[in-house]
């Protein structure tokens, strides 16, 4: 059974930097797309932020351009989200979540989701 554990996330003030980890159980995703995406209370899932198997390409939402950075660490089957100069609307659960491509992670057509780490920005 595959398992995606998001960790890193918690309570911080704006302007302040989180590091999110996820760690996959199953080697055969170090060839998957993954994606980072978020819900805040009341609203949607939406995406943040995507990376190709290799690391090669990346993309991101517009909300969080400039500002957070998505990376990988295949021999560990992990991937990151670099969180930097949060703000309060940047509060949300973060899952992390599986894609054959990154198109489809874009789109949040994904394969596996993890169980959510708790983000919140203080004012």
């Known amino acids: 059974q595959v398992q995606l554990v998001e960790s890193g996330g918690g309570l911080v003030q704006a302007g302040d930097s989180l590091r999110l980890s996820c760690a996959a159980s199953a080697r055969t995703l170090r060839y998957d797309a993954m994606g980072w995406f978020r819900q805040a209370p009341g609203k949607e899932r939406e995406f943040v932020a995507a990376i190709s198997w290799s690391g090669s390409s990346t993309y991101y939402a517009d909300s969080v351009k400039g500002r957070f950075a998505i990376s990988r660490d295949n021999a560990r089957i992990t991937v990151y989200l670099q969180m930097n100069s949060l703000k309060p609307e940047d509060t949300a659960v973060y899952y992390c979540?599986?894609?054959?491509?990154?198109?489809?992670?874009?789109?949040?057509?994904?394969?596996?989701w993890g169980q959510g780490t708790q983000v919140t920005v203080s004012s």
């Open positions: 979540a599986t894609a054959s491509n990154t198109r489809d992670a874009v789109a949040g057509a994904c394969s596996y």
